[in-house]
């Protein structure tokens, strides 16, 4: 049972108004206003709470609520230890209970994101609107401009390939001649119809280290839905997916997707007080996996052939606060030869993706990017990596708009790309 | 005076405490023929705050004496008024060693207290003139500094709390006993260099410090002012001095004439080290090894040097006056300054000598013209002034009677700021009694449109 | 107060996504991190001092409070807009104007945290000294109106020996300079004395003009653990009175001590009275013997174990206990007041036991924290604000403790300031003539009384 925003009383008040929040808050760095921090948004929702307001009559509180990151960052600096992103994901699912989200919203959520046909369909006419000239039309008529936020998130898209992950894996997937493990991967909806190049590397790395990899039939692990309040969606899609995977016997459930591998994990407390579901959600949650987490801990092959290049690591929120994961993807990254690591100033602040947030507050994304891009420069990498495709997506178009001569590029890219070094070093046919 | 003023006087403190006598008058003053009308000796703040609500119902200017050896560095010639000298109320009313204060009246001598202080090893580390006849209140009021505000700062730095008697009469207390304390505006360091224009300090909570293990001063000759100014500027970048003084040629002859004589002619470098005994000898060491030349003065030697250094305009004034320029400039800029100045100097006025508080970014120019002939050194002074300010300092004369350029300064930090001093003026004294002829506030008084 | 002409001409000083007057907007300016509330008729997002000049001078004619604000984390209500009027946000004045290394001087807005401003000096081999605890988010404009101190006070001083001068907008809008890059040598009175500590009543700096030091060498850093608090009071006054004066002196009771235990679990002593957490730097020539001595000295005075940090590792271990406690304190309980009365040094024993007392008589937890140095007490009183009867009693000891530490011949705020939260007791530290000359000087920068109007000194009853 998820917790409701007035169950949350205790936990708000223990908010002493000490304005720490302010060192890490990127809103309110941004932005300078008491509303865009964490100590502000406690603020409303206390004050909802104690019934100066209602939080779903306010458009303005609504606004604040949903201008928030869900980073983190201010739980992990907060002296009180406030939770203020439960709180705030809270508050939204009261809102969510009472209005319903905007139409495009729901539609979104429930109609293409919970449907997985739909959302490769809806992928495909992207990249037909990519190739088609349309895209050429929309940016040079203007026509984005009257889309608002949405006309200038445009620009955060990938080009998208021809065929989304599902689609390649009987080409990709191998059962190695060895295996020493046995795992399922879970295919986010990022990874499967915007960056299936990016899962390909890590099944391939996976299949490489022998170990075996199943990919079930999965729906969206439900973390957008949260996001957006949408609970009873998110139950749903939640057992949907236990349902799915219960019928494989595997060690490990695997993803390359840090905010998936954080969403999966969260579902032994979604489900935590369900009768029927409740015990699978444990026994599934105990198995979930971020890919460099895994690899860190069943180890990984060393032999690689050299990357050389500069790389600097930024950290996903949901790794890096959600699964607490920082020092395995530099690990990684350390262990291939050629490669010079170096630590990025605040590498574990929020890049302003933070999943659809670039869509639907593109302006204030892009001043927090801002931020990100200024500390990257500082690097002189020539590789920003991490272990997120919506960090992934974020970063790219930042090094674009930025102009920086650099490649945003996912962990696992790297190591595969080492391990096809050696083989084109060792003179094995280049993959 | 009207007589009836100098009875009541009498009454309130006692015959032999209020003094007509034309001696003592001029000594109380700033002019041989300007004197006060008389010199009155409270022995308590409850006298200092009855002499000056009369003062104020008869409209007499009033200005606080101590030692008198600063006074006319702030004061301009005043003619009449009331000079009260507070040099009877001289105790230390609380040493409390343990929290390293002493609460102490303005009148004592700093000779005095300092020897008391040293009992339980501690000490008041601020530097006059006069470091045995100045009193803590003249110290307080002047501002006053030596080479040591490098490593200490001046003496604002060094005070936690006063006792005040007001121009109205009301006897207030400012700052307290604690090192941390924001219950009131901090009107003791704004006091502090105040030249007696707001009020009568009558006792003073002094922050002390205990006195270093060990105290080390090394003196660098030099052939040249260019290596001089080049070894100040490594000294206070590499190491932590605690002064840093740099004459030039002419001012070390003056040394040697004031009672300290170093080898060779050229310009010196003199540099104070203390604390602990390691950390002072790794800095000495320090500066040995880049500069073989220099010398270890220690005990009696560093005393005399030091005490020579502190009388060198004094001893360059002689019986017939000279005339003393200040100069702060930015540290990056000393060199230019220091260089351009020199050349200068050997223009246009050979018998000039220059020493330099060279950490501070502080230069004395002192200028062979007595202060009644400024007119024959203006001309020199002003192009010194436009070297200054062209490499963003100041230059002012601190003992003539000309306070336009000071004005000037003052003026340049905004229109509103000379109707701010105005009304500060008229908050703490109403009947503008206090010190008119105070220079911190002399040029605001007599040209600013007043609002009370 | 604030009419619609009023907001028009706001609107065009800042322009309208600048000026905020809703319900909601306003609501989270009501607030810093004190316990005091009041209502902002609206809220302005300024970029510089010109738009503030402005402001002033539209406020000042027409008689509007005013409150300045930076980060709000003010801990006696310095950002709280309690007689209503325009709160000036200043958050955005946040650019770091000037660093001039070999003159050891920066230039800041107000809006600049004291840590960026750290940040930005250190590879430069310099330090801005003081260090308040709330440094990563307190901004300089409001280290200035505090007079902010910090750990590193008792060695190396407080906000006002490092603030050299400032621009600043006076209250009717005139913008003048005071004191400046260069120590002074002119006869002029010392307005950026007054001004520092001043919160925010005499005007609103918009530059800011700070000293830079440069960095200690070498440090040793030592954690010694004792029975009583009594015997960490006796050390640090024998310490002092060695001549030794450690940078870091801090001082945390039982309470903290178990509080931090229960969290993190990093094996602090759970049955000690007190530790003491002790720092001296400088160049490193000497350090040991310092550090030696130190040790010794605690020992003589009561000290059940001395540890001596080896590395920086160490070091940082060491400095857990006083880092966390603050958060430790606040796990206990919804709310928590942290008070900073101070005493002279060698009062500090007998303070502590009356707060021990206190927290008997009214039943309280209270956690103990002090920079033991210059006798700054920081109690942290838990309660829950919820609760009223209970909020009495903090009140009853907030005041009882002031009331012991002016007897004690201290003061009621070492570096927090007063205020609102302590505007009541002012009159047991100053006498009514006193507390009418303090407002005669605010009235001669300010002779409207709009800028932070009510606070620091009572406007009732001290008729000018």
């Known amino acids: 049972m998820v917790k409701t925003f007035r169950q949350y009383e205790e936990d708000i008040v223990r908010c002493n108004r000490c304005g720490f929040c302010e060192e890490v808050c990127p809103t309110y760095k941004a932005t300078g206003e008491e509303f865009s921090l964490a100590r502000g948004r406690n603020r409303l929702m206390r004050q909802s709470m104690e019934g100066h307001f209602d939080l779903t009559k306010e458009p303005e509180i609504n606004h604040h609520i949903y201008s928030c990151l869900l980073c983190g960052a201010c739980v992990v600096t907060c002296p009180s230890s406030v939770i203020t992103d439960t709180l705030v994901k809270a508050a939204r699912a009261e809102i969510t209970r009472a209005n319903g989200n905007p139409f495009p919203i729901r539609m979104a959520l429930r109609g293409v994101l919970a449907r997985q046909r739909r959302l490769t369909l809806g992928a495909k006419a992207l990249r037909f609107y990519q190739r088609s000239g349309a895209r050429w039309l929309a940016r040079h008529t203007g026509f984005l401009g009257l889309l608002g936020s949405l006309g200038k998130a445009e620009g955060l898209l990938p080009d998208i390939p021809a065929r989304t992950l599902r689609e390649r894996l009987p080409e990709v997937l191998k059962k190695p001649l060895k295996p020493r493990h046995k795992v399922a991967y879970f295919a986010g909806c990022m990874m499967n119809n915007f960056f299936p190049q990016v899962a390909e590397s890590t099944l391939r790395v996976f299949q490489e280290n022998d170990i075996e990899v199943v990919v079930p039939v999965s729906n969206c692990c439900g973390i957008p839905h949260e996001a957006y309040g949408e609970t009873e969606m998110h139950i749903k899609l939640a057992k949907e997916n236990l349902d799915s995977f219960k019928r494989f016997n595997v060690e490990a459930v695997v993803t390359d997707c840090a905010s998936c591998a954080h969403g999966l994990h969260y579902y032994a407390e979604l489900l935590k007080d369900d009768p029927e579901y409740g015990p699978l959600a444990q026994e599934f949650a105990a198995k979930v996996k971020e890919a460099s987490q895994y690899l860190a801990e069943v180890g990984f092959k060393k032999e690689m052939g050299p990357v050389n290049a500069t790389v600097t690591y930024h950290d996903p929120c949901h790794a890096v606060r959600g699964l607490k994961i920082k020092n395995e993807p530099r690990q990684i990254l350390k262990s291939i030869p050629g490669v010079k690591f170096v630590e990025m100033n605040e590498s574990d602040w929020c890049c302003g993706g933070a999943g659809s947030y670039n869509v639907t507050h593109y302006d204030l994304s892009q001043r927090i990017l801002a931020r990100k891009m200024e500390n990257f420069k500082k690097t002189g990498a020539q590789y920003l990596a991490t272990s997120c495709p919506a960090c992934l997506m974020q970063l790219a178009h930042g090094l674009d708009v930025h102009h920086l001569p650099a490649r945003a590029i996912h962990v696992m890219q790297l190591l595969d790309q080492a391990y096809q070094n050696r083989a084109v070093k060792s003179g094995a046919r280049a993959v | 005076m009207r007589q009836e003023n100098i009875n009541k006087l009498e009454k309130i403190l006692g015959a032999g405490n209020c003094q007509v006598d034309p001696d003592i008058r001029r000594q109380h003053s700033c002019s041989k023929t300007a004197l006060p009308d008389a010199v009155v000796y409270p022995e308590s703040s409850q006298q200092v705050a009855e002499v000056l609500k009369l003062a104020g119902e008869e409209g007499i200017p009033v200005v606080p004496w101590g030692a008198g050896t600063m006074a006319c560095r702030g004061l301009l010639p005043l003619a009449g008024g009331l000079v009260i000298n507070l040099t009877r109320m001289n105790k230390i009313i609380e040493y409390d060693y343990e929290n390293m204060t002493a609460y102490v009246e303005a009148g004592i001598p700093l000779g005095e207290l300092q020897k008391t202080l040293r009992t339980h090893n501690l000490y008041w580390p601020v530097e006059p003139v006069e470091p045995d006849t100045c009193t803590v209140g003249g110290c307080i009021a002047a501002g006053a500094s030596g080479p040591s505000k490098l490593g200490y700062g001046d003496v604002k730095f060094h005070i936690l709390g006063l006792e005040v008697v007001l121009p109205t009469g009301e006897i207030i207390h400012t700052g307290g006993k604690t090192v941390k304390n924001v219950q009131d505006y901090d009107n003791t360091r704004f006091l502090a260099g105040s030249w007696g224009a707001l009020g009568i300090i009558t006792k003073a909570m002094l922050k002390l410090r205990p006195v270093p293990e060990k105290e080390t001063t090394v003196f660098l000759p030099f052939k040249q002012l260019k290596e001089a100014i080049a070894a100040a500027r490594i000294i206070r970048n590499d190491t932590l001095p605690v002064a840093l003084e740099l004459l030039d040629g002419a001012a070390m002859a003056v040394l040697a004439r004031a009672g300290w004589k170093a080898d060779g002619k050229g310009p010196g470098v003199l540099v104070a080290y203390n604390g602990f005994r390691e950390q002072v000898d790794t800095q000495v060491d320090y500066v040995k090894k880049q500069f073989p030349a220099a010398t270890i003065l220690e005990g009696e030697a560093a005393a005399a040097a030091w005490q020579a250094r502190r009388q060198l305009f004094p001893v360059f004034a002689g019986a017939s006056g000279a005339i003393l320029a200040s100069v702060a400039i930015p540290f990056t800029a000393m060199e230019e300054f220091l260089t351009r100045a020199r050349d200068e100097l050997k223009q246009s006025r050979k018998g000039a000598a220059l020493a330099a508080h060279f950490g501070n970014g502080h230069v004395h120019i002192f200028l062979d013209e007595a202060p009644s002939a400024y007119a024959g050194v203006q001309e020199t002074v002003n192009r010194l002034a436009t070297l200054a300010g062209d490499l963003g300092g100041l230059l002012v004369v601190d003992n003539i009677d000309d306070l336009t350029l000071t004005r000037r300064w003052v003026e340049a930090r905004g229109r509103a700021v000379m109707e701010l001093l105005s009304r500060l003026k008229a908050a703490f004294d109403p009947q503008r009694i206090m010190a008119p002829n105070s220079k911190v506030l002399a040029y605001v008084i007599d040209n600013s449109r007043a609002v009370s | ?464």
């Open chain 3, 1 to 464: 107060m604030v009419d619609q002409s009023t907001l028009n001409e706001l609107v065009r000083i800042v322009g309208r996504e600048n000026v905020l007057t809703s319900k909601v907007s306003l609501n989270t300016y009501m607030y810093d991190a004190s316990l005091v509330y009041g209502q902002p008729e609206v809220v302005v997002y300024v970029q510089n001092a010109q738009q503030i000049a402005a402001i002033m001078k539209l406020a000042s004619s027409k008689k509007i409070p005013v409150t300045p604000r930076g980060g709000g984390t003010c801990l006696s209500g310095g950002a709280v807009p309690q007689r209503g009027g325009i709160v000036i946000v200043m958050t955005r004045m946040n650019r770091i104007l000037e660093i001039d290394p070999e003159n050891r001087v920066a230039v800041v807005e107000p809006g600049v945290t004291n840590m960026e401003l750290q940040k930005a000096v250190a590879p430069y081999g310099l330090v801005y000294m003081p260090d308040p605890a709330s440094q990563k988010v307190s901004t300089m404009g409001g280290n200035l109106g505090e007079n902010s101190g910090g750990m590193r006070g008792i060695k190396y001083g407080l906000t006002r020996d490092h603030i050299i001068g400032m621009e600043l907008v006076l209250s009717n809008g005139e913008i003048v300079q005071i004191g400046g890059k260069l120590e002074p040598i002119a006869q002029e009175l010392n307005l950026n004395a007054l001004l520092i500590g001043s919160e925010g009543n005499l005007g609103i700096a918009t530059k800011i003009i700070c000293k830079l030091t440069p960095a200690p060498r070498a440090n040793r850093t030592m954690l010694a653990t004792y029975k009583t608090l009594e015997d960490a009071g006796t050390s640090v006054s024998a310490i002092i009175a060695r001549g030794i004066i450690p940078c870091t002196l801090e001082l945390m009771d039982n309470k903290i001590i178990n509080a931090v235990e229960d969290w993190l679990h990093i094996g602090l002593p759970v049955d000690a009275g007190a530790i003491l957490l002790i720092e001296v730097d400088g160049w490193d020539a000497g350090l040991d013997r310092q550090a030696q001595q130190i040790m010794e000295i605690c020992r003589e005075n009561g000290a059940t174990d001395v540890k001596l940090a080896k590395n920086a590792k160490e070091r940082d271990d060491l400095w857990t206990a006083r880092r966390m406690a603050i958060g430790a304190i606040g796990r206990l309980a919804p709310n928590y007041d942290m008070e900073d009365a101070t005493v002279p040094r060698t009062k500090l024993p007998e303070i502590l036991k009356e707060v021990n007392r206190l927290s008997q008589e009214y039943n309280l937890a209270i956690g103990m924290l002090a920079h033991a140095g210059d006798g700054n007490l920081h109690p942290l009183v838990l309660f829950d604000e919820r609760n009223k009867e209970q909020m009495e009693r903090v009140e009853k000891v907030r005041a009882a403790l002031f009331r012991k530490a002016l007897d004690l011949g201290g003061t009621l705020s070492g570096e927090h300031g007063i205020g609102l939260a302590k505007l009541e007791f002012v009159r047991w530290a100053f006498n009514p003539e006193e507390l009418r000359f303090l407002r005669r000087v605010r009235l001669a920068f300010d002779p409207s009384e709009i800028l932070n109007a009510g606070k620091t000194v009572p406007d009732t009853d001290t008729a000018a």
